[in-house]
């Protein structure tokens, strides 16, 4: 039996009677893109044979209890885009997956019977499937789901025999079995297809990189990450998510991966229930439009809820409720700039330096009109960066050009000079501020070299002003931050200390890896120049409060 259900989904949301985001009408385009390549064919006699291997499973919960797993379109459109393969070699055109969608859309019941087809019926030799997340409980659910599947196909095991932490398929040597984010556990592998599960959980990128790494033998690999959106903006997820937009923008060419990710266009109300669908492609088949509802009222009450709603069940990337601004507003004012387009503009730096082995962080800002443009620099001594527990996310930030790694175990005050001068030579500066505490000799230097340095007051008071014009700033699209994961990561564990008199400023979250030193420098050179109105003085700027 031909099946058409992927066909059906594409047409629907081309014509538009499948109300759908952006992102899938790209992912539409794009599947049409490959079945029109001469190079590439759509596979339908194997596409009709999962299929069909899908539907003799049965459904062990709820109202579908004892009923076969038939495909709902979205589903089918999914798989589909498996069953493109090269005419040269019959392999598969994708070695890679990332679905995005809210909860409750029957992922994991999807991806257990996928899996399961992989291991029984496609015919790798000796395959070997594995369900990760972050925890072991979270493997797991994917895990049950593919053992009861297993039972309602072959009760007797007479092919498929389960265990405790494995499933395995005597006939053809094959396994799939449980890990969690121990990453050392897969080492040693010989993985064909792999499911993490929940990737916006993850903190690094240890567990997928090692998965990955264990499919080198294998001709056809296959990986497939499920999630929903999430709050870490810096972490691994959102970074796979941002190269799904690109790839379905046709910013990157990358063949081999295929990203589907069901959100809310940028215009969207994400109270409207009409919007629903675009991040929920199961709505009314496992959830309703009333429990959805209820819990966008539910956040609309209570403000604490609202990022766990926006990120779960309506598949928006957000930030933590506890942040200063939130994320999403400062990626909304970054840019790709560099220090040279503004050659001969004048600025003023704001400076954050460690005692000793810390972070340390300059900020250049240039104000043009009612724009404020921003340039960050962070700087870490080796042996800090070797030792810390940021050293993953460190590292990546260094690769990015986002960090700057100096020599020996306390901070270079001679590179961070060395650094201004350059600084000076493409944007005059007008003005250095600073924190004078542990920082008297250095200024001596910097005074020495001819540079207006001006200590700046870290009380409360004298943050207050700038605190709230930066937050205005970011919030009404006049501030301009050069493109920076790094500084997304300490907006992230940006807080706000508030005292008896209204007066604010930020501090970092009540943990010790977070860092805030880029915020501190900009916020710094962003009060001296509101205080003197762009023009530096000679006395020491104190609170007005």
Request: negative net charge; aromatic residues 12%; contains cysteine.
């Amino acid at each position: 039996m031909k099946h058409r259900g992927y066909l059906d989904y594409a047409k629907g949301i081309k014509e538009g009677m499948i109300v759908s985001g952006l992102l899938i009408k790209q992912a539409v385009t794009r599947f049409e893109t490959f079945l029109a390549r001469e190079d590439i064919y759509f596979d339908q006699e194997g596409f009709d044979m999962c299929v069909d291997f899908i539907a003799t499973i049965k459904h062990f919960l709820g109202k579908s209890a004892g009923k076969p797993f038939i495909l709902e379109p979205f589903q089918e459109f999914i798989l589909a885009n498996l069953f493109l393969k090269y005419r040269s070699n019959n392999f598969r055109v994708a070695t890679e997956l990332y679905i995005q969608v809210a909860r409750k859309a029957g992922k994991d019941a999807f991806m257990a019977a996928l899996a399961l087809y992989l291991m029984v019926m496609e015919g790798e030799a000796s395959p070997e499937i594995v369900c990760a997340a972050n925890s072991t409980d979270q493997a797991r659910i994917l895990f049950n789901y593919i053992t009861q599947f297993a039972k309602s196909i072959d009760r007797n095991e007479d092919v498929i025999e389960h265990y405790r932490n494995f499933v395995q398929t005597p006939f053809n040597n094959g396994i799939c079995k449980v890990i969690s984010s121990d990453a050392s556990r897969a080492d040693g592998m010989n993985i064909s297809a792999f499911f993490l599960d929940e990737f916006h959980e993850a903190k690094d990128r240890k567990m997928y990189d090692v998965l990955k790494s264990s499919q080198g033998m294998r001709e056809q690999p296959l990986a497939i990450i499920i999630t929903t959106a999430g709050f870490n903006l810096a972490g691994p997820c959102h970074d796979m998510y941002e190269l799904g937009v690109q790839v379905l923008g046709g910013v990157k060419d990358m063949d081999n991966f295929f990203p589907f990710i069901w959100q809310l266009d940028e215009e969207d109300d994400w109270t409207d229930p009409k919007n629903f669908v675009k991040c929920q492609p199961n709505l009314g088949v496992t959830v309703t439009e009333e429990f959805m509802l209820g819990e966008v009222n539910k956040a609309k009450i209570d403000p604490t809820a609202e990022v766990g709603v926006k990120t779960k069940t309506l598949n928006l990337w957000c930030s933590s409720e506890f942040v200063w601004i939130k994320p999403e507003v400062i990626i909304q004012d970054m840019q790709e700039i560099e220090l040279e387009d503004y050659t001969g503009y004048s600025c003023i730096l704001g400076v954050d330096l460690s005692s000793v082995g810390d972070m340390s962080a300059i900020a250049a800002m240039i104000p043009i009109e009612n724009k404020r443009i921003f340039f960050n620099w962070t700087f870490l001594p080796e042996e800090t960066y070797k030792n810390h527990p940021n050293r993953a996310l460190y590292e990546k930030f260094h690769k990015l050009g986002e960090l700057d790694i100096t020599g020996g175990n306390i901070i270079d005050y001679d590179y961070i000079t060395a650094k201004i001068q350059k600084i000076n030579e493409i944007c005059p500066i007008t003005a250095i501020y600073y924190d004078k505490w542990n920082s008297s000799q250095w200024a001596i230097t910097m005074t020495e070299l001819g540079y207006n340095i001006q200590p700046f007051g870290q009380n409360i008071g004298n943050y207050n002003q700038c605190t709230k014009e930066f937050q205005r700033l970011a919030l009404c699209g006049d501030l301009v931050i050069k493109k920076s994961q790094n500084f997304v990561w300490q907006i992230m564990g940006c807080s706000i200390k508030e005292d008896y008199s209204g007066n604010q400023k930020p501090v970092k979250q009540s943990y010790s890896k977070q860092k805030i030193d880029s915020i501190i420098a900009c916020t710094t050179a962003l009060g001296g120049y509101l205080h003197d109105g762009g023009i530096a003085t000679d006395f020491e700027i104190y609170s007005m409060a």
